[in-house]
């Protein structure tokens, strides 16, 4: 029996985003045969629309308009949910990100169907679909399946699939969006930077990143220190810049900077999935929990199980001594 | 304006976890259970409003066991003034659209302009209960919202954390949903004086048959495991020293910053 998929892309106002190429990816792998399409809002988009339809979609309705040229959950959900009730598709797969988890859950609630959120992966055959996700911050992979409601609805975690391999000659059908701005109850202002202080985490070679595991701010100096004799930076996890004991700009993860230094060191990091898809492009990881369970080492390439207090300063030490002679 | 905030008892980050005997959700048998900490600074926010006069009433909802009114006596103890109760023995079975549903069912006719909600629960990590009250309710949400002021004429402007450390300002109509991200406010503690003054506040009690909704769940899980072992990391042993020694040997070796 073939199935039909719809991806929620995005674009960043030219070009479909990663995410958008990676759901075609996993709509073709989730049931071989299924009939893949999909579905873009924004103004000008014409030439997106027609890559996706070369990157693995039989078919892109996109939605043209000034109501939808910025994300606001108002217009994308009353723009998406008739194209779904036209379509009528078993699955629609959106990416988890800030504004895939922003429209999900209200087309969700409107559609009157469970979501799934956070996949990893999903397989489909005639008999059930199965999702799987983290649960605990990722301590545990968690499957689930959604019974008695179509469309299945699901979100996915950015960089979990892989493109699609292929190319297709895909149709595009526009639309004309026929919102007007004055009707909606959301109105996009503009998009701005965070504060910060200067600091590019983005550029450095060595980070060293404290997690809730330090404890307070007055127990950093021993991360500090390590990160002194590295030559590098200072990191946090979330848990550390939203208690204050360092500034917004320190933080890595999906909400705050995404890093690739060649050495990344963390320093009781549990390692929730937020942080992870922040620093899982750094060339070598080094973890250091006690906790022998944290989701930490499963990224990381060399582990110490142990208290930070005791193998921190012991490593600054013999990194001194190292470098001394 | 009378708002509510949507509260969640999930087990405490720090317990030891076990997996239930039929390996589809953790053993909640002997766990210690706390307020989800996103919530907290979900009601804080509410708190701050009202503290500056924009807010007549702050009401705090749980759906949860019998034993999820520590949670709302939490909220109380904290500043809010009235809590609602949905009583489901079996809660972490039911999927977010069941609670979504309990949540509007319970509320009803009680004019609340504003619906605040923890951007996601420690536990499950579904990250949707806001955005389907909003969709259940059909009001205008916003997630993972970085600050709020209320307007003039009633809208409601906000920031929404992005990727990158970007923000997305919007501009919301009330009544509408939001779903708050940690770090918006620092929550406050509940003082001697508010956990005795939560005592005598109402909590309302209601279940599923109360309010007419049929709790099921359309969401079944299948399993729950352990991720997978195999690839991770090289754990190291030894004395402090020892483990040094080798993680310097290592990062010479690995990555060329020595």
Redesign the interface.
Known sequence: MQSKIIVLAEHDGKVPREISLELLGLAHRIKEGSEVKAVLLGSGIESAAAELASRGAAEVVYVEGTAVEN????AF?KSIEPILNDEAPDLVLIG????G??????????????????CAQITMSDERT?FT?????????????????RPLLATVDKGASAPFDGTTSGTVRKIESRLSLEDL??????????E?GGLDLREA??IVSAGRGVGGPDKLGVVRELAEA???QLGAS?AV??A?WLP??H?IG?????VSP??YVACGISGA?QHVVGMKGS?????INKD??A?I??????????DLF??V???T???RE??GR | MKSLVLVKQVPDANSVFRINAEGTWIDESNLSFAMNDYDRYALEELLKLKDAGKLEEVVALTVGSPEASSVLRTCLAMGADRAIHVKHEASSRLDPLSIARLVVAATRDQDFSLILAGLQADDDNHTQIGGLVAGVLDWPSATAVMSLELKDGGTLRVERELENNELQVVDLKLPAVLSVQTGINSPRYATLKGIMGAKKKPVTTLTAADLGVEATSGLRSVSLSPPPTGKGADVLSGSPDEVATQLVSRIREKTGVL
């Open positions: 994300y606001n959950v108002d959900r988890h990100t800030p504004n988890w922003d429209v999900a859950a209200p087309l969700a609630g409107r559609l009157g169907v469970p979501l799934v959120t956070g199965l996700r983290k649960a605990f911050n990722g301590k545990f992979v968690h499957q689930v399946e959604v019974t008695g409601a109850r959301a109105s996009y202002i503009e998009t701005r930077a965070g910060t070679d060595v590295l030559g590098g979330r810049t939203d204050g917004h700009e933080q999906s909400s705050g900077v995404s060649k050495l999935i060339g070598y990881i080094v973890a022998p369970d989701p080492f499963g990224v990381a390439h060399v582990g110490v199980v142990g005791e193998i300063p012991a490593l030490k013999a990194l190292a470098k």
